[in-house]
């Protein structure tokens, strides 16, 4: 599988996948961390023409885009790790609305808004740092430690993912209310 994460100042364009994939005909993956247009730009140019080609989203913000809008067959996701049952119910939902439920498109955009502040920890350099914090909050006490002490977030990044952890959590609770039971993955953890 190939990474492609422009984040890093490269971006893998179909030339060079296709010409990868002629000397490896095993690489049978793109995971795009990219953003919206790395994304559009993977499935156009490179995994969907090819039946043998799948595409994963590798950034939490972009999730019902690259599943809806760009046929992803799944994600990679930070997120995901410290809200396994929300993360896997907006896949479940960007799912049903590529296959054209417009209900579960409504109801995926808005889990995805009500998410965006804890994906977005995705797409910095701190990413590992605010999951590692969030899993703590989760219940999780053995990611409190780090191997450098030094690779912490600060006090003010710690409070706000504090803050939007609990947010999102009254959100959730609210939100699965509101219309129909909880799903039985929707355990925040």
Known sequence: MIYNSPYYGFETRA????RLRDDHPNLVGYKEFGGAASLTYAAEQITSGADD???LVGVDTQVVHGIVGCGAHGVITGVGNVLPGPVLELVRLARAAADGEPESERRARELD?????LSAFDEGPDLTLYYRHLAVLAGHEEYADNLDGNDRLSDS????ATMQWERFGRWWSRWCDADQPAPA???LV
């Open 15 to 18: 030339d060079l996948f296709f």
């Open 53 to 55: 080609l799948v595409l």
């Open 113 to 117: 808004a009500a998410l965006c502040p």
């Open 157 to 160: 990044q710690r409070a706000h």
């Open 185 to 187: 993955t929707a355990a």
